[in-house]
């Protein structure tokens, strides 16, 4: 399979502990993208790499939010000192370069987050 | 900015019958859109998009959707409903180049087949 993946595809924590989870894009495709979505919402954008540098983040992305994407292959997301609020379905995606606005996005499976 | 509007939270239809899903936009330039779909525990699944081409955008599994300027109106058909096209179904828009090409999802629309 030669899709999106990600690890874990789910996590159960305790508010006050750090997570972090892993987004392998498909192979070559320079822009990854990671969403948030919530129970009975669309995702919603929270940041995207080209290659390794990371050139938007959104205003949900707070301090304790932080993403990378180290040589431009796998990303991380982490959040620290998770709270009730982070529980949600956080998504990955890539897209080969191209036009932004015409580019397919494909997506990974997700990670269910919840914070007990 | 943008934005999508997707008219109907739930819509329920029987087998063989039209599927209609609304869908209407806001865009300060000429905007592409997408169709979405995800099926429980499934990842989301590009069923069509639109790119200032043909304003008649044919998808997979026998979705259409026709881009209307002047209603501002992206809205999904399939002739006849499926069991399988059971699913939550969401309306998306691109952000413009100066917004790295995010996408701005709709809130959804659950799509209920009865036998």
């Known amino acids: 399979d030669t899709g999106v993946s990600q690890d874990p595809r789910h996590k159960i924590t305790k508010r006050g502990q750090n997570v972090t989870f892993r987004c392998d894009p498909i192979?070559?495709?320079?822009?990854l993208y990671w969403y948030r979505q919530t129970l009975g919402q669309g995702p919603e954008f929270l940041t995207y790499?080209?290659?390794?540098?990371?050139?938007?983040k959104s205003r949900l992305l707070s301090d304790r939010f932080s993403a990378e994407r180290p040589k431009g292959s796998f990303s991380t997301l982490e959040i620290q000192r998770t709270e009730q609020g982070d529980s949600a379905m956080y998504l990955c995606?890539?897209?080969?370069?191209?036009?932004?606005?015409?580019?397919?996005?494909?997506f990974g499976p997700g990670t269910r987050l919840t914070v007990l | 900015a943008q934005s999508v509007t997707q008219l109907d939270s739930h819509v329920s239809v029987s087998e063989g019958t039209p599927v209609l899903l609304r869908c209407n936009y806001s865009?300060?330039?000429?905007?592409?859109l997408f169709w979405y779909v995800q099926h429980p525990n499934k990842g989301l699944q590009l069923l069509l998009k639109?790119?200032?081409?043909?304003?008649l955008v044919k998808g997979i599994n026998g979705f259409e959707a026709e881009f209307k300027k002047s209603e501002t109106s992206f809205h999904l058909t399939k002739p006849s409903a499926h069991m399988s096209d059971a699913a939550e179904y969401f309306c998306?828009?691109?952000?413009?180049?100066?917004?790295?090409?995010?996408?701005?999802f709709g809130q959804g629309t659950e799509l209920s087949v009865k036998p």
């Open positions: 865009s300060s330039y000429s905007p592409s």
């Open positions: 790499f080209q290659n390794e540098a990371q050139l938007e």
């Open positions: 192979s070559e495709h320079n822009r």
């Open positions: 639109y790119t200032s081409a043909a304003t």
């Open positions: 998306v828009v691109s952000g413009n180049y100066n917004q790295g090409g995010k996408l701005i």
């Open positions: 995606a890539s897209s080969p370069e191209g036009q932004f606005s015409t580019d397919t996005q494909y």
